[in-house]
C-alpha cells in the first residue's frame, strides 16, 4: 500500500471537520436567529436547509472514506507499527470530530428547545389574536343590536 490511501483518509477526516465547523457556525445563526425580537421564520428555513446541504455533504464523506478505509483496512491492521504515524494522526483527526460532533449536538437540543419556546409563543399571539378578534367582533353585534332597537 502506498502513503496515497492514507493521505486521501486524512484529507477526507480533515474536510469533514471543515463541514462539521460550518454546521457549528450554522448552529449559532440559528441561535441568534431564535434570540431575536421578531422571529424570522424565513431566515430560520433558509438557515435550516443550509444547514441540510451541509450534513448530506458530510454523509458523502463519510461513505466515501468507509469504502477507501474498507480498501486498506487489513492493511492497515496488519503493519500497525509502519503506518503508526498515520494512524496517529488519523486518530487525533476522529477525536476533534467526536467533540465537534458533541459540540453540534448540545447546540441542537438547545436550538430545539428554544424554538418550542418561540412557536409556544407565537400561538399564545395568535390564540391573543384571536380572543382579540372575537371581542371586536362581539363588541360590533352589539353595537349593531343596539342601533337596531
Do not use: C, P, W
Amino acid at each position: 500500500m502506498n502513503g496515497t490511501y492514507l493521505t486521501a483518509l486524512s484529507e477526507s477526516l480533515e474536510k469533514k471537520i471543515a463541514v462539521l465547523d460550518e454546521i457549528i457556525e450554522k448552529n449559532k445563526e440559528q441561535e441568534a436567529l431564535l434570540k431575536e425580537e421578531t422571529f424570522s421564520f424565513e431566515a430560520f428555513d433558509k438557515n435550516a436547509e443550509e444547514k441540510g446541504v451541509l450534513i448530506f455533504r458530510l454523509e458523502k464523506l463519510d461513505d466515501g472514506f468507509e469504502s477507501l478505509y474498507e480498501k486498506v483496512r487489513e492493511e492497515l491492521n496488519a503493519n500497525r507499527a509502519a503506518y503508526a504515524k498515520e494512524i496517529a494522526h488519523m486518530q487525533d483527526l476522529i477525536r476533534m470530530i467526536t467533540e465537534k460532533s458533541a459540540t453540534i449536538q448540545a447546540g441542537e437540543t438547545r436550538n430545539k428547545a428554544s424554538l418550542e419556546k418561540v412557536f409556544k409563543n407565537e400561538r399564545e399571539k395568535l390564540r391573543n389574536g384571536r380572543s382579540g378578534v372575537k371581542a371586536l367582533k362581539s363588541y360590533n353585534q352589539a353595537m349593531n343590536f343596539k342601533n337596531e332597537l
